[in-house]
Each structure stands twice: as structure tokens, then as C-alpha cells.
């Protein structure tokens, strides 16, 4: 059974930086088949796909293109676990964020969510 | 980037009721369309993918169709913990992107 356990702190301030991790039991951050997702959620702006990582004999990384300059998700491989980091984040960006495993072309395990809140 | 629209926004329905959701995409998308059930609080939970491949576990009365453009997602005999919101979400290209949802009230 795959979970998926986030952590990362639920407040930050303006211009600071996001940071996520999404820890994997029940498979690897080396799967062939998987991707490994971060999705975000806020009443303004629904459910907003943000970009993933996943190997296929190297390492891909596929961003939201609104976010590129900012974004940035990687995998660690010794911790079998991968990280989301937003920089220079606004009152926007706040939102309850999900990682996510996509494989088949779906979301079928999903973490807990953290709400995380941009303000000083 | 893909947009999917869905309607209706909300509904309203009994217990033993059929209901019926679209989806809708700014372009085709063959049959890489998904379906998801949200609870307040917690993570989308995966109902139906690849058009119209029901997910393990998902009891039989919820149902999808269409390709291309247009889907439905249907369930009938409504039960009450079918009180949801429900989304679609396109995994046709990235990136991947979701409907805008469906608050099912019963």
C-alpha cells in the first residue's frame, strides 16, 4: 500500500520560500512508471496542477509553465521522498498543497494536504 | 493548456436519484479523463480513470462516458455519503489540469 506523508511548515512569509516534502512508503522516488506531483488548492483558483518529477534513466522535472521561474521539485533519493520549493511567494500562493503519485495517467494516492498561508 | 469546464456548478438531488456531470475540454483528449470525489478536509479520492475504467473499490453506480471533447460522469441510486464535490481532470497533456468541480448536495 503506497503512502505518501507530507511535511513542511503551514505559515510563510512574503518573499520567503515554500518548502514541501512528500515522503513515499509502499514504493520508490526510482519507479519507472510513476510520477511523483505536487497540486495545490484555493477557492480562487481550484485545483492547480504545479508540476513532477519522475526517472526514466535520468531525472525529468515537468513545471507549471506560470511558475517556472519559481518552482522547483526534486527527489531524494536517499530518503526515497521529493520536495516542492516556491520562492518569492505572495499572498496568492497560499493555498492547501498536495503531493501526489500519478500513475496510469491518474491520481490514485494523494498526501494528506497542508495548508500553508502566505502572510508576515 | 488545456481547459476543462464543467457544469453544473452545483446540484441539488434525492436519495435513489440519478445524477448526470459534464465535463467538457478546450480540445480532444481522447479518453484520458478522470474523475475524482471530494470530502471537505480531505484529498481527492480517484472515482473513475481512463475513461470510462472504473477504479477498484468504487462502488458500480457511479459510471463515466465519452471521448474527445465531451464526458459525463453519472451516478445513480444517489446515496448520501455521495455528497461531495466532484472534479475531472485531463491527462491527455501537461499540463494537467481539472475542472473547476460540482458540489453535490443531497
Known amino acids: 500500500q503506497v503512502h505518501l506523508q507530507q511535511s513542511g511548515p503551514g505559515l510563510v512569509k512574503p518573499s520567503q520560500t515554500l518548502s514541501l516534502t512528500c515522503a513515499i512508503s509502499?514504493?520508490?522516488?526510482?519507479?519507472?512508471?510513476?510520477?511523483w506531483t505536487w497540486i495545490r488548492q484555493s477557492p480562487s483558483r481550484g485545483l492547480e496542477w504545479l508540476g513532477r518529477?519522475?526517472?526514466?534513466?535520468?531525472?525529468?522535472?515537468d513545471l507549471a509553465v506560470s511558475l517556472k521561474s519559481r518552482i522547483s521539485i526534486n527527489a531524494d533519493t536517499s530518503k526515497n521522498q521529493f520536495s516542492l520549493q516556491l520562492s518569492s511567494v505572495t499572498p496568492e500562493d497560499t493555498a492547501v498543497y498536495y503531493c501526489?503519485?500519478?500513475?496510469?495517467?491518474?491520481?490514485?494516492?494523494w498526501g494528506q494536504g497542508t495548508l500553508v498561508t502566505v502572510s508576515s | 493548456d488545456i481547459q476543462m469546464t464543467q457544469s453544473p456548478p452545483s446540484l441539488s438531488a434525492f436519495v435513489g436519484d440519478r445524477v448526470t456531470i459534464t465535463c467538457r475540454a478546450s480540445?480532444?483528449?481522447?479518453?484520458?479523463l478522470n474523475w475524482y470525489q471530494q470530502k471537505p478536509g480531505k484529498a481527492p479520492n480517484i472515482l473513475i480513470y481512463?475513461?470510462?475504467s472504473l477504479q477498484s473499490g468504487v462502488p458500480s453506480r457511479f459510471s463515466g462516458s465519452g471521448s474527445g471533447t465531451d464526458f459525463t460522469l453519472t451516478i445513480n441510486n444517489l446515496q448520501p455519503e455521495d455528497s461531495a464535490t466532484y472534479y475531472c481532470?485531463?491527462?491527455?497533456?501537461?499540463?494537467?489540469?481539472f475542472g473547476g468541480g460540482t458540489k453535490v448536495e443531497i
Open positions: 501526489a503519485r500519478e500513475l496510469g495517467n491518474s491520481y490514485g494516492y
Open positions: 509502499g514504493d520508490s522516488v526510482f519507479s519507472h512508471v510513476a510520477a
Open positions: 518529477t519522475y526517472y526514466r534513466s535520468r531525472w525529468i522535472n
Open positions: 480540445q480532444s483528449i481522447s479518453i484520458y
Open positions: 481512463a475513461e470510462p
Open positions: 481532470q485531463q491527462s491527455y497533456s501537461s499540463p494537467r489540469t
